[in-house]
């Protein structure tokens, strides 16, 4: 086996999820989904599709009316985007690790803004890169970005620089200044930027097209410049295993490459439900976000009262990203909740080392009531420390 491989860290989310099997009488909260079912009218049209018999492959990059309808979705929230730079991927995952194939050779540099869901920093270690990490910065419970660390890690050896914005776990958000200093600095140094822009709906603000901010809206076509989107989140789509890419035009033909070599394809009938979905993004998610807000507000504040807790509602995503003072290791004290308060959170270390000490909460509940149950087990457990 490469030792590229052999070093990999296993999921300390699943590390913890594994603590709780077999048991029906905890609150789960460590993975990043909702609990709520893909609806109706998306399930539907994978139904017809099979029954259409569309078993069949497909076209690499995917079906053409699913990447008409991706460009024109995308271009209703930013700057138009062309079907030619668009190609669909088995998941978001998948679109990211294209992304990292495309353009990460074995000894590169990679930087990586941090803590982050452990995948990103994952993938260039897989092909043998160098990643480092800029690490964002805690206060009052609220992360922030060192722009200046940032300008200074990412030179012209810097082959590639990874962000996730809205970030998973912290809730940070990149202002659009921010996006700007950033985008013009790798215009400078002749890197990269891979942007995980999948929770770009999931945002709390108020803006005018309802998403976070978007490199999409300050970039242009050729720049160095992949966005990486899903439709897990704002569709309630996660089991599906379905995402996109939107590329500068020359990288379509190698990512259709990959796509091959990697998947072949994303199935028929999945892609047929993507369509449905962006033809009824309106009906679903408003509706997804307001409930997401609802989540938040109910247990950020709940969260507030405990004693020696460090938190700040997120401007974007599904968690609450809190701090319990007075505990070591992230790892044990999230298995310790699982046994002993019957409560299931991602451990802070899963997502950086300097998220240490920190516990993630997905608050993408059907149910908001089970969010008060969480606070009330916590609160239980916590008394008896």
Not at 39 to 47: L, S
Not at 139 to 151: I, Y
Request: glycine letters at 8%; hydrophobic letters at 45%; a negative charge.
């Amino acid at each position: 086996m490469r030792e590229a491989i052999h070093n990999l860290e296993a999921s300390k989310i699943r590390e913890v999820a594994n603590a709780g099997l077999g048991r029906d009488d905890v609150l789960a909260f460590w993975f990043g989904e909702s609990d709520e079912v893909t609806p109706e009218v998306i399930r539907q049209a994978a139904i017809d599709s099979l029954q259409r018999g569309e078993t069949f492959y497909a076209h690499n990059l995917g079906l053409p009316e699913l990447r008409q309808a991706i460009a024109g979705y995308t271009s209703k929230l930013h700057p138009k985007v062309d079907a030619s730079r668009i190609a669909v991927t088995s998941g978001g995952v998948s679109a990211l690790m294209l992304a990292v194939q495309a353009l990460v050779d074995a000894g590169d540099e990679v930087v990586a803004v941090t803590p982050v869901w452990p995948n990103l920093t994952a993938q260039p270690a897989i092909l043998g890169a160098v990643v480092r990490t800029v690490s964002l910065v805690p206060a009052d419970g609220q992360w922030t970005l060192d722009l200046a660390a940032l300008r200074k890690a990412v030179t012209p050896k810097t082959k590639l620089l990874i962000v996730n914005a809205p970030n998973n776990p912290t809730g940070w958000t990149m202002t659009r200044e921010e996006q700007q200093a950033v985008l013009d600095h790798c215009r400078e140094t002749g890197t990269w930027i891979l942007a995980d822009e999948v929770y770009e709906r999931l945002y709390f603000e108020s803006t005018p097209n309802g998403c976070a901010p978007s490199f999409l809206d300050i970039s242009r076509p050729d720049d160095r410049l992949v966005v990486t989107h899903s439709f897990s989140k704002s569709f309630l789509m996660t089991g599906w295993r379905l995402g996109w890419l939107v590329l500068p035009p020359a990288l379509l033909e190698g990512i259709g490459k990959l796509i091959e070599f990697n998947t072949s394809c994303a199935s028929v009938f999945t892609q047929r439900a993507a369509v449905a979905a962006i033809e009824h993004t309106a009906e679903i998610t408003p509706r997804v976000v307001a409930h997401l807000k609802q989540c938040r507000d109910t247990l950020v504040p709940l969260l507030e009262t405990l004693p020696g807790v460090q938190v700040a509602p997120a401007k974007g995503g599904m968690y609450a990203f809190f701090r319990l003072e007075g505990f070591g290791d992230s790892l044990d004290l999230a298995k310790r909740l699982v046994v002993e308060a019957g409560l299931g959170l991602a451990p802070g270390n899963a997502f950086a080392p300097e998220a240490q000490g920190w516990l993630r909460w997905c608050f993408a509940s059907k149910d908001p009531q089970r969010l008060v149950q969480g606070v009330e087990r916590l609160k239980a457990w916590l008394s008896r420390q």
